[in-house]
């Protein structure tokens, strides 16, 4: 009964550093998401992936990689952290279906570059 | 691309009151999504439409799809639904490249006084 579940919560990085943002889901979701939330800005999407071994670039995908070796795991990495990486990460799961899905989120993960 | 305007930005109300929160989007979507993000940064799933109303509880949720319009109703409120109300929509039933998620609005900021 986890849903979606993203670690770690909050992370402090400098300038360079790297770092992997973990996310599990336990519904055997097919579709997987990663999103960042800015200040005052809607969600935008960073990457998703259509199933194992199935990844594509979102709106936002700039200083950032992610893989999709199982249906569980999608995890997020950023190579080369930047103060413009600030941000809530929130990885999301949905069924695939036609239209009558539902979308689980993560907690969100509060990374800050310094 | 869809563009995803709520309003108001910012609401203050009295316990006991009705809210109501509006999205308009701008292109032919296949569903559109209501979210609650609390304090805490949490997000859930609300509401999924793609036509007519939903109810659970308090909460009441509608659309018309001729005027590109959902609106979200929260009956005899209570300080426990502060939080931000976000919607968001999903532009077609599988899409491909950034389409393959949703777009989000920048939310609706609810504080309800006791």
């Known amino acids: 009964n986890a849903g979606v579940t993203q670690t770690p919560k909050f992370r402090i990085l400098k300038i360079g550093q790297s770092m992997t943002l973990q996310c599990t889901q336990d519904?055997?979701?097919?579709?997987m998401y990663w999103y960042r939330q800015d200040p005052g800005m809607g969600l935008k999407l960073i990457y998703y992936s259509v199933g194992a071994g199935i990844t594509d670039k979102g709106e936002v995908p700039n200083g950032y990689n992610v893989s999709r070796s199982t249906t569980e795991d999608f995890p997020l990495r950023l190579e080369l952290a930047a103060p413009s990486q600030t941000s809530v990460y929130f990885c999301a799961s949905s069924s695939q279906g036609t239209t009558n899905y539902g979308y689980t989120f993560g907690s969100g993960t509060r990374l800050t570059v310094v | 691309k869809n563009e995803v305007e709520q309003s108001p930005q910012n609401l203050t109300a009295q316990e006991g009151e009705f809210i109501t929160i509006n999205c308009s989007y701008s292109?032919?979507?296949?569903?559109l999504h209501w979210l609650q993000q609390h304090p805490g940064g949490g997000i859930v799933s609300l509401f999924m439409?793609?036509?007519?109303?939903k109810k659970h509880g308090r909460l009441i949720a509608t659309i018309n799809i001729q005027e590109k319009h959902s609106s979200l109703h929260i009956t005899a409120s209570h300080p426990r639904d502060s939080a931000v109300y976000i919607c968001?929509?999903?532009?077609?039933?599988w899409g491909g490249g950034g389409a393959d998620g949703l777009t989000f609005g920048k939310g609706t900021h609810l504080i309800i006084q006791p």
């Open positions: 968001a929509v999903r532009s077609s039933p």
């Open positions: 439409l793609s036509s007519g109303k």
């Open positions: 519904m055997n979701h097919n579709y």
């Open positions: 292109v032919g979507i296949s569903a």
